[in-house]
């Protein structure tokens, strides 16, 4: 697995587009985080903004949720992951078995 860093860029219209290793690309699907105690109005009204930016929303996962996701990415070892999530002032815990 390769990771690669991404930059947002704007183009001459105003669309954000995503630049690696020197080329451009449109954002068309995405994953968005929100913070853990995002309530499903709170989470409906996100996918819904990223719909009227011409985005499609593929998934609306809490930040504690796409850590633990991206720590497993590379992991081949049976073991429980605790994720901390400190967001807005709550105490939250994600576990991935």
């Given at each position: ?14 669309d ?14 995405t ?9 499903d ?31 497993d ?11 901390y ?13």
């Amino acid at each position: 697995m390769q990771t690669v860093s991404f930059k947002i860029v704007r183009t001459s219209n105003g669309d954000s587009w995503v630049e690696a290793h020197d080329k451009i690309s449109p954002v068309k699907n995405t994953v968005v985080t929100v913070s853990a105690y995002f309530n499903d109005l709170q989470r409906q009204a996100t996918k819904d903004t990223g719909q009227i930016a011409g985005l499609n929303v593929l998934r609306v996962v809490s930040k504690p949720t796409a850590a633990a996701f991206a720590y497993d990415l590379q992991k081949t070892n049976d073991k429980i992951i605790a994720v901390y999530d400190l967001d807005g002032g709550t105490f939250d815990i994600f576990i991935q078995f």
